[in-house]
């Protein structure tokens, strides 16, 4: 007769240890403060705006470089790109096999794997106040956010290095390093591929 409520008994052990976890589970410590660069991340970029580039590295890193439908606009009428303009960039570690070698797509591209902790943005304005650029020196029409990728919350990562690097490097194309293969998107109607010969964030353009 036991025999037949062992299942039950065992299922009602099971449930009181998971509530008595629940229970007593220590609280998730609360976020450390979050920066204010007034930038917001928008929740549906990956269906509103367009993925025009995409760069592989040897550092075996994958990025996706989105604009904003205005930008293409922009860009489509040969016009500078306008206030209220974003890109965004994703950064994924390649897919690599079981012995750590990197996985290849049929024409040879990386293949996208886990997306790493931040993403970044840029924006371009002309209200940003002293407290929400990185420094007061140097563009002030560009504005540059970095977000944690799950939560996306503008996350601490320092975004100075952004705005040197492209005060320093992209003048010419208002600040946008990818700008040419921008309009050979616009133009083509195809994700333009890129491989750069550095790792990191070194600019290959």
């Given at each position: 007769m036991m025999k037949k409520y062992l299942p039950l008994i065992y299922a009602g052990l099971v449930i009181g240890l998971l509530m008595l976890a629940a229970a007593t589970q220590q609280p998730k410590p609360a976020p450390a403060s979050?920066?204010?660069?007034?930038?917001?991340?928008?929740?549906?970029?990956?269906?509103?705006?367009?993925?025009?580039?995409v760069v592989d590295r040897p550092d075996r890193?994958?990025?996706?470089?989105?604009?904003?439908?205005?930008?293409?606009?922009?860009?489509?009428?040969?016009?500078?790109?306008?206030?209220?303009?974003?890109l965004i960039i994703e950064t994924y570690d390649a897919q690599t096999d079981l012995v750590g070698n990197v996985l290849r797509d049929s024409t040879g591209h990386l293949i996208a794997g886990t997306m790493q902790p931040?993403?970044?943005?840029?924006?371009?304005?002309?209200?940003?106040?002293?407290?929400?650029?990185?420094?007061?020196?140097?563009?002030?029409?560009?504005?540059?956010?970095?977000?944690d990728a799950q939560s996306y919350l503008p996350s601490t990562e320092n975004r100075n290095d952004c705005l040197t690097?492209?005060?320093?490097?992209?003048?010419?194309?208002?600040?946008?390093?990818?700008?040419?293969?921008?309009?050979?998107?616009?133009?083509?109607?195809?994700?333009?591929?890129?491989?750069?010969?550095?790792?990191?964030?070194?600019?290959?353009?």
């Open positions: 979050v920066p204010n660069f007034g930038m917001t991340l928008p929740d549906n970029y990956r269906d509103e705006f367009s993925l025009y580039l890193t994958v990025r996706f470089v989105y604009a904003a439908p205005d930008v293409v606009e922009a860009v489509q009428a040969g016009e500078e790109i306008p206030y209220g303009a974003r931040n993403i970044h943005m840029i924006e371009k304005r002309d209200d940003w106040t002293v407290q929400q650029l990185p420094t007061p020196i140097g563009v002030i029409d560009w504005n540059f956010g970095s977000f690097c492209h005060d320093n490097g992209a003048f010419r194309r208002d600040f946008v390093f990818s700008r040419p293969l921008l309009e050979d998107f616009v133009s083509e109607g195809e994700v333009q591929y890129l491989y750069c010969r550095f790792p990191g964030r070194g600019n290959c353009i």
